[in-house]
C-alpha cells in the first residue's frame, strides 16, 4: 500500500499498462515533454519513449481518429482529451465511429482505446474547463463510460479500462486530482461495471459518481447531526448502470437522491429515476429526487459555486425525500 | 497620436508575385532597427508620418504594460489566469492598425494587442480572467468577437462572416487571429477550404509563435506553415511577426485583395511567445531557454525604438508622452479589474436562450426558492 494522489494513481496505472502490454500507447496533447497539463502522465515519455508516449498535433478528431487505426493495426491507444470542453471536435470520431466498429463490422473489428477526459468543475477555470458531457457518451450505444472516485479506483480502473476491449470512457474528476489515498498496486478490483456502496445507512440511498462523491459523504456524515441515516453508492460506471446495487439500496431505504454535475436535463439522474421508480415503485416513500448542475452553460468561476452541487442542496434533497421542511416547502411552480 | 492610420488603397496587389515566396520572412526592420528595402513592400507603409510611427510605438509599449500588469494581477489573485501576449505585440499591433473600423475581427484568448486596437475598453478585457463573464464586451460595439477558447473554431466563424459581407456587396474584410497549433485542427483547414470556394474577403492571420502549450510548432507541421494555404488555393505571406511595419505592409496586401474580389489571403507571422502559455503554465519543463533569449534580441519594440531613434523621433517629450500612456494604462487596468464585482447569482439564468423557454423558468424558479430558503438560515 502506498499513498497517492488520485493524478498520480492514473499515472501509475498507464505506468504499468505500458509495462504490461507492448501495444498499449498513449496519445495526447502536450502528455509528452510537458507531462500533461495535469501531470498524469508525467514522466511517461522518458521511461517510454515518444513512440509509445505521442505528443500529437493539436487535433482532438485527428487523436480520436488515429487510434482507431491503431486499433485495426492491434494498438491499445490510451488518448488524453485535455479538459472537458476540448471533446467535442472528436465527437463524430467517438460516436460515429469509434461506439459503432465493432456491431458495424459484425464483431470483426474491436477498438480497445481508452479516452481520458479530466471533467468537472469547481476549479475557478475559464470556460470549457469545467464540463460534465457524460450524458452524451452514455447514451451512445458502444462505449462504456466510468469514472472514479478516489486513487485506488483511479488506478485500477484505469488498468481495467485498457485491458478492456471494448471502447471505454474513463472520466477523471480533475477537482480530486490532488486529493491523496491508500493504493494497493496489486488489489483485486472489483469489476469496472460494478457500483460500490460506499457508506451503509437505512434512511436514504445517495447516489454520486466521480467529483461529488466526497461530497455525498460529506453530506451522510452532516445527515447524522439530524439523526438521518444515509447510504451512499459510488457509481463507478456510468454505462452500464449497476442498478442491481442501487434497485437493492433504494428497496431497503425507500428513499433516493441521485447526484451529478452534468445539467439535470436529460442526464444520468433521469434515467436512474425511471429505472428506480420502474423496479422500486413498492418501496418508494417519496419520489426520486436530483441534486445536479443547472440547465445553463457552465458559469464564469465566480457563480460555479451556484452549479455545482453542493452539500447544502443534497441536504436540501434529502429533507424533501424524508418529508421534511425543505425549500419547496409550500412552493408552487405555478 | 492613436488615431487611425491613412488606408492604403492601391490596386497592384499582384505585384506581390506568392508563387515565387520563398521561405525568408518579409521583413522591412532588423532586429538592428535598421530600414531594409523591399521592391515589393516598401510601398505598402510609404505614406506612415512621423506620428503614425510614433503611434505604433506607443500602441506597443501600452499592450506590453498592461500585459505585464495582468500577469502581476494573476500572481497577487486578482485575476485566475491570464495568456500573456509578451512578444508579440509587433504582430498585433501592426495587424489590427491596418484595418477599417468596419472590419470585423475574430480572435483568440491571447489578442490583447488587437483587443486594445480595437477599442474593447481595459475593463472589458479582464472579466473572463476574473471569472466574472463568459465574455467581457459586445462584440458589435467594436467590430470584435469575443476571443474563441476552442482552439480554431473561429476561423468559420470569419469566413462566415466574409461571406455575408460579400452577400451585402460590401468591402469589409473578416480577419481570423489564430495561433500555429490552431493549423492542425479540422476547423482551420475547413475555414480554409471554404475561403478559397466562396473567394470570401477573410484573412487567415497566424501568429506563429512557435508553442502550442509544450508542443513546439515541429509537431504541427514540417513546412512553414504558411506553405499550406497555396494548396487550398489561398495566397500565402511568410512576415517577420516582430517587425510592426512588415506586418502592416502585409496586412494591406492582404486587405486590398480582399477589399477587391481577390479573396482570401493566409499570413504567416513568424514570432515568439516569450512567456509562459498562461499563468498556469511552467515552461522551464519542456522549452529551452537559450532559443528564448536569441529571439529577445529580435525583441519588436526594442527594434521599432531603435528605428525610431534612428530618424529622430523619440525626443524627450515623444518618451515622456509615452511613458504617461502606458502607466495611465496599468493604473486604469488595475483598477478596472479591481473594481470588477461579483456577477448576482440569479444572472446564471441569462441569456441561456433569446427567447422564453418553460422549463429553464421552473427551475429558475426552484432555484429563486433555493436562495432564499437558505439565505433565511434554515439550512
Ligand atoms: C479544441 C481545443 N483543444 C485543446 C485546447 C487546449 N489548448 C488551449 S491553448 C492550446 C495551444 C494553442 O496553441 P496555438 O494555437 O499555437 O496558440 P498559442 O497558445 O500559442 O497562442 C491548447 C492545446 C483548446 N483550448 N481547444
Ligand atoms: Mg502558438
Redo the contacts with the bound molecule.
Keep these: 500500500m502506498t499513498q497517492m494522489t488520485l493524478s498520480k494513481a492514473i499515472g501509475a496505472g498507464l505506468r504499468r499498462a505500458l509495462q504490461d502490454d507492448d501495444h498499449v500507447l498513449l496519445m495526447g496533447?502536450?502528455i509528452g515533454e510537458l507531462g500533461g497539463?495535469f501531470r498524469v502522465t508525467d514522466g511517461l515519455k522518458h521511461e517510454f519513449g515518444p513512440e509509445r508516449v505521442i505528443d500529437t498535433p493539436?487535433a482532438?478528431s485527428g487523436i480520436v481518429g488515429t487510434a482507431i487505426g491503431l486499433a485495426f493495426r492491434g494498438y491499445r491507444a490510451v488518448c488524453e482529451?485535455?479538459?472537458d470542453?476540448?471533446i467535442?471536435?472528436a465527437f463524430d470520431q467517438i460516436v460515429a465511429q469509434v461506439a459503432k466498429l465493432h456491431a458495424r463490422t459484425r464483431g470483426a473489428v474491436t477498438v480497445p482505446l481508452t479516452l481520458r477526459v479530466p471533467y468537472g468543475g469547481a476549479i475557478g477555470s475559464v470556460e470549457?474547463h469545467s464540463e460534465s458531457p457524460e450524458a452524451y457518451f452514455a447514451h451512445t450505444a458502444g462505449l462504456r463510460v466510468v469514472t472514479p472516485s478516489t486513487p485506488q479506483d483511479a488506478y485500477s480502473m484505469i488498468r481495467m479500462a485498457i485491458a478492456s476491449n471494448d471502447p471505454v470512457i474513463y472520466f477523471e474528476p480533475k477537482r480530486r486530482y490532488w486529493s491523496k489515498g491508500e493504493v494497493d498496486l496489486e488489489a483485486v478490483p472489483l469489476p469496472l461495471d460494478k457500483a460500490r456502496i460506499v457508506r451503509e445507512g437505512t434512511d436514504v440511498t445517495l447516489i454520486a459518481y466521480g467529483p461529488l462523491v466526497a461530497t455525498a459523504l460529506d453530506a451522510a456524515e452532516a445527515a447524522t447531526d439530524e439523526g438521518i441515516s444515509i447510504e451512499v453508492i459510488d457509481l463507478r460506471s456510468l454505462s452500464p448502470i449497476d442498478f442491481d446495487t442501487i434497485e437493492d439500496s433504494v428497496n431497503k431505504t425507500g428513499r433516493v437522491v441521485i447526484v451529478h454535475e452534468a445539467a439535470q436535463f436529460g442526464g444520468l439522474g433521469g434515467e436512474i429515476a425511471a429505472v428506480v421508480t420502474d423496479r422500486c415503485f413498492y418501496s418508494l416513500e417519496a419520489p426520486p429526487q436530483r441534486v445536479t448542475g443547472l440547465n445553463v452553460p457552465y458559469p464564469p468561476a465566480k457563480l460555479e459555486d451556484h452549479f455545482v452541487p453542493d452539500l447544502d442542496r443534497m441536504l436540501d434533497a434529502v429533507d424533501r425525500v424524508m418529508g421534511r421542511e425543505n425549500s419547496l416547502t409550500g412552493w408552487s411552480a405555478r | 497620436m492613436r488615431t487611425g492610420l491613412s488606408e492604403k488603397t492601391q490596386s497592384t496587389v499582384s505585384a506581390v508575385d506568392v508563387s515565387s515566396r520563398t521561405d525568408e520572412p518579409v521583413q522591412l526592420l532588423t532586429p538592428e532597427g535598421v530600414r531594409t528595402e523591399s521592391v515589393e513592400y516598401d510601398s505598402w507603409v510609404e505614406d506612415l508620418s512621423d506620428d503614425d510611427l510614433l503611434g505604433l510605438y506607443q500602441d506597443m509599449v501600452v499592450v506590453r504594460r498592461f500585459d505585464n500588469e495582468a500577469t502581476a494581477l494573476q500572481r497577487q489573485g486578482q485575476l485566475g489566469l491570464w495568456?500573456p501576449s509578451l512578444g508579440?505585440e509587433a504582430a498585433q499591433i501592426g495587424s489590427a492598425r491596418a484595418l477599417r473600423k468596419e472590419d470585423f475581427v475574430f480572435t483568440?484568448?491571447?489578442e490583447h494587442g488587437v483587443a486594445y486596437v480595437r477599442g474593447v475598453r481595459l475593463e472589458d478585457m479582464t472579466r473572463v480572467w476574473r471569472g466574472t463573464a463568459n465574455s467581457g464586451w459586445d462584440p458589435f460595439t467594436v467590430n470584435m468577437a469575443t476571443p474563441a477558447?476552442?482552439?480554431?473554431?473561429q476561423t468559420l466563424h470569419a469566413t462566415g462572416y466574409a461571406m455575408g459581407v460579400q452577400r451585402d456587396g460590401a468591402d469589409s474584410v473578416a480577419v481570423a487571429y489564430?495561433?500555429?497549433?490552431?493549423?492542425s485542427?479540422g476547423d482551420v483547414n475547413e475555414a480554409m477550404i471554404f475561403a478559397a470556394s466562396f473567394k470570401a474577403p477573410v484573412i487567415f492571420f497566424c501568429?506563429?509563435?512557435?508553442?502550442?502549450?509544450s508542443?513546439p510548432?515541429g509537431v504541427?507541421t514540417v513546412r512553414p506553415i504558411a506553405d499550406r494555404a497555396p494548396g487550398f488555393g489561398i495566397p500565402s505571406i511568410r512576415v517577420d511577426g516582430n517587425d510592426v511595419l512588415a506586418v502592416m505592409a502585409a496586412m494591406r496586401v492582404a486587405l486590398e485583395r480582399a477589399r477587391t474580389g481577390g479573396g482570401a489571403t493566409f499570413i504567416e507571422a513568424v514570432t515568439y511567445?516569450m512567456g509562459p502559455?498562461?499563468t498556469s503554465d511552467d515552461p522551464s519543463r519542456y522549452e529551452d531557454l537559450t532559443e528564448r533569449e536569441e529571439w529577445a534580441a529580435k525583441d519588436p519594440i526594442q527594434r521599432l525604438e531603435r528605428y525610431l531613434d534612428q530618424l529622430g523621433l523619440l525626443t524627450d517629450e515623444a518618451r515622456a508622452s509615452v511613458k504617461a500612456a502606458e502607466d495611465d494604462a496599468a493604473k486604469r487596468f488595475r483598477a478596472a479589474c479591481i473594481a470588477l464585482e461579483d456577477p448576482e447569482p440569479m444572472t446564471i439564468f441569462d441569456n441561456v436562450y433569446a427567447e422564453p423557454h418553460s422549463g429553464l423558468e421552473r427551475q429558475k424558479r426552484e432555484y429563486a426558492a433555493y436562495l432564499s430558503y437558505v439565505e433565511g438560515g434554515t439550512r
Design positions: 496533447e502536450d497539463v493539436l482532438e482529451i485535455q479538459f470542453g476540448f467535442y471536435p470549457h | 495568456p508579440q483568440s484568448y491571447r477558447v476552442i482552439i480554431g473554431a489564430f495561433g500555429d497549433g490552431a493549423t485542427q501568429q506563429n509563435n512557435q508553442w502550442a502549450i508542443e510548432v504541427q511567445r502559455h498562461t
